[in-house]
């Protein structure tokens, strides 16, 4: 389960498509059975989270590894290489990052 705090220990991966709208559903659709399938068994693999835009323009890809190191092994699996090949065929451009989280603002009143 995705768990957002400053100072994790983990590495945040965003990659951010953009993409035409009709391709948008298609790249999520890929994105998620790419983690299903592959991404979730690759070791160091804690959890992602697809987010489709409600203007079908832009599909993002939040992830978290253990570790940098996991993350950067998990881009050299040839299975994890062929699924990202085939979800940057469908965007017109992607930016992939790590990031950190610098800082967490829950809404103390707010209902969970």
């Known amino acids: ?5 400053r100072d994790g220990q983990y590495a945040t991966f965003i990659n951010y498509f953009t993409v035409e709208p009709d391709k948008a559903r298609p ?3 890929m994105l998620s059975a790419a983690t ?3 991404m979730c068994h690759i070791p160091g693999f804690i959890s992602a989270n697809i987010h489709l835009s409600t203007d079908h323009t832009r599909v993002v890809n939040y992830a978290q590894w253990a570790t940098v190191e996991a993350f950067q ?3 050299e699996n ?3 290489r062929e699924h990202m090949s085939k979800c940057g065929e469908l965007a017109t451009s992607f930016e992939p990052r790590i990031y ?4 967490v603002h829950p809404n103390p009143s707010a209902k969970r």
């Open 1 to 5: 389960m995705t768990t957002i705090q």
């Open 27 to 29: 790249l999520a659709d």
């Open 36 to 38: 299903a399938e592959v």
């Open 73 to 75: 092994a998990m881009l």
């Open 78 to 80: 040839p299975d994890a």
């Open 100 to 103: 950190t989280v610098e800082s």
